[in-house]
T-cell receptor, first 117, second 112 residues
Framework: EAGVAQSPRYKIIEKRQSVAFWCNPI?????LYWYQQILGQGPKLLIQ????????DSQLPKDRFSAERLKGVDSTLKIQPAKLEDSAVYLC???????????????FGPGTRLTVL | KNEVEQSPQNLTAQEGEFITINCSYS?????LHWLQQHPGGGIVSLFM???GKKKHGRLIATINIQEKHSSLHITASHPRDSAVYIC??????????????FGTGTRLTIIP
């Protein structure tokens, strides 16, 4: 079974530029997560999708970050404009959610390492 | 105070030593995860626990729900075990899609 795919793996941009990350979850996984992991910290949830709907985006800085999952499969996360403090690893994860089920395991992609200069 | 606390933050040990990493949490949970993160960023799920103990190869994970505490043990440690180990807890809901809250990780280095 193919895992969660992310691209690019690395990106270096200057502040105030725009950047986009792409994620392809495991086939059939309804739930998709985007996390931000700043160096030395644990991942922080930015946004969670259930199919193509947003479940939780309470920690997404909406003035500069946006995400979409139009067809309920692939997702893109965009930052516009980027700031120095956005330098981090951006992780995508997916899980197979069965309504009424519990403890669905999340599978993580390799991450995109963003450096903002 | 973070909802999920790990200790130690950094651990260096000789090859072959028995390793223990601890995780304490302060919220009600439906499950606790232990994750491994190698340089380069990718995360691999090691265990998902809601009670008791699980074993996989040289890795053992335990959880005490009453004390809100979990431990990850590595027996006969090897340099390839060097990685960041992250504890994450899953909240409680009716749908199984609750978000994970992560600890800051324990950086383990095993010296040959």
């Amino acid at each position: 079974e193919a895992g969660v795919a992310q691209s690019p793996r690395y990106k270096i941009i200057e502040k105030r530029q725009s950047v986009a990350f792409w994620c392809n979850p495991i086939s059939g996984h309804a739930t998709l997560y985007w996390y931000q992991q700043i160096l030395g910290q644990g991942p922080k949830l930015l946004i969670q999708f259930q199919n193509n709907g947003v479940v939780d985006d309470s920690q997404l800085p909406k003035d500069r970050f946006s995400a979409e999952r139009l067809k309920g499969v692939d997702s893109t996360l965009k930052i516009q404009p980027a700031k120095l403090e956005d330098s981090a690893v951006y992780l995508c994860a997916s899980s197979l959610v069965v309504l009424g089920g519990q403890n669905n395991e999340q599978f993580f992609g390799p991450g995109t390492r963003l450096t903002v200069l | 105070k973070n909802e999920v606390e790990q200790s130690p933050q950094n651990l260096t040990a000789q090859e072959g030593e028995f390793i223990t990493i601890n995780c304490s949490y302060s919220v009600g949970i439906s499950a606790l995860h232990w994750l491994q993160q190698h340089p380069g960023g990718g995360i691999v799920s090691l265990f998902m626990l809601s009670s008791g103990k699980k074993k996989h190869g040289r890795l053992i994970a335990t959880i005490n729900i009453q004390e809100k505490h979990s431990s990850l043990h590595i027996t006969a440690s090897h340099p390839r075990d060097s990685a960041v180990y992250i504890c994450a807890v899953r909240g409680v809901s009716n749908f199984g899609n609750e978000k994970l809250t992560f600890g800051t990780g324990t950086r383990l280095t095993i010296i040959p």
